[in-house]
């Protein structure tokens, strides 16, 4: 799988859009980005995934770059909840998804 | 009731003791996961298994084994513990198309 490299640490101010960068430049053609959240040591949360267009889901929307190489998480209207460490992971879909691993992610501090 | 449960939440165990932590899902789906997580850091696999005749090595499997007694349940056992195996456990399911779903944890304190 793709390796990925994110910030370790972001703040955000509440009510303003969080927006949480990833690159992936070694991304195949067949992988698609996913993103998950943990907070405070509880399982992971899957946030949403895409291969090369633009999602929106009710948590978030994700914006993928035309080359594929990065994306970026965005939460419209942040709140102190969504203060979390954020993961964003490559894998391909069905075949192998077992072999993906986390990175240390983005720490994202929303403040009042 | 929760989709994928793990037991036990904590443990409290000795150096060289044998443990089990357990995981069960109601999800219906195939492919189950083990992961370890240490403070600060991002998650490291430890097992997978894609079916109930399916188990895989992950990156760190040293140490560990796990048996997939049903497609519902994937165990984790330490056969004997050492202390550098304390950390939070999370066992994980997803379907074919790779979407994961975690349990809550365990953590697992080794003296």
């Known amino acids: 799988d793709a390796k990925t490299t994110q910030p370790p640490s972001m703040d955000c101010a509440e009510g303003r859009a969080a927006n949480l960068p990833c690159n992936h430049s070694t991304i195949s053609g067949n992988e698609y980005v996913y993103w998950y959240r943990q907070i405070h040591s509880q399982g992971p949360q899957y946030i949403i995934h895409g291969l090369k267009n633009n999602e929106t889901n009710e948590m978030a929307s994700l914006i993928i770059t035309e080359d594929r190489k990065s994306s970026t998480l965005i939460l419209p209207h942040a709140t102190l909840r969504d203060t979390a460490v954020y993961y964003c992971?490559?894998?391909?879909?069905?075949?192998?998804?077992?072999?993906?691993?986390f990175g240390d992610g983005t720490t994202l501090t929303v403040k009042p | 009731d929760a989709d994928v449960t793990q037991t036990p939440r904590n443990r409290i165990t000795k150096t060289g003791k044998r443990i089990m932590l357990e995981c069960s899902q109601t999800k219906g789906h195939d492919r189950m996961y083990w992961y370890r997580q240490d403070p600060g850091l991002g998650l490291r696999l430890i097992y997978y298994s894609f079916d109930v005749k399916d188990i895989n090595k992950g990156e760190i499997s040293d140490g560990y084994s796990v048996s997939r007694q049903a497609q519902a349940k994937f165990s984790l056992s330490l056969e004997s513990a050492i202390p550098n195996q304390t950390a939070l456990y999370f066992c994980a399911t997803s379907d074919f198309l790779g979407t994961q779903y975690f349990g809550p944890g365990t953590r697992l304190l080794v003296l």
């Open positions: 992971i490559v894998r391909p879909v069905g075949t192998n998804a077992g072999k993906s691993t």
